[in-house]
Nanobody, 117 residues
Framework: QLQLVESGGGLVQPGGSLRLSCAGS????????IGWFRQAPGKEREGVSC????????NYADSVKGRFTISRDNAKNTVYLQMNSLKPEDTAVYYC??????????WGQGTQVTVSS
């Protein structure tokens, strides 16, 4: 079964950091631009960041610019999202997908990020 698997979430205090990973299972990430998305309780899923196939181009939602960094290691078939200076409003389930804006395929289980004191 082809799928992306998210990991690295957890509970962190405001101002803390987490690094999320998106790994391909039977899925070669190197062939795709990869996006990170998040969905907070009661809200629609939103795009957070995206990285090109080569890794040479990245973009970020305004709400996370300067705090989050997306990167990829195609040799490890993994995309990362380094999240620093976390805020309570970053609390959400984070997902990755082989798309930057719209993904109509099946979403993975995601990884929960909770920012709370």
């Amino acid at each position: 079964q082809l799928q992306l698997v998210e990991s690295g979430g957890g509970l962190v205090q405001p101002g803390g950091s987490l690094r999320l990973s998106c790994a391909g299972s039977g899925f070669t990430l190197a062939y795709y631009a990869i996006g990170w998305f998040r969905q907070a309780p009661g809200k629609e899923r939103e795009g957070v960041s995206c990285i090109s196939i080569s890794g040479g181009s990245t973009n970020y939602a305004d709400s996370v610019k300067g705090r989050f960094t997306i990167s990829r290691d195609n040799a490890k078939n993994t995309v990362y999202l380094q999240m620093n200076s976390l805020k309570p409003e970053d609390t959400a389930v984070y997902y990755c997908a082989p798309a930057c804006k719209i993904w109509s395929g099946t979403w993975g289980q995601g990884t929960q990020v909770t920012v709370s004191s």
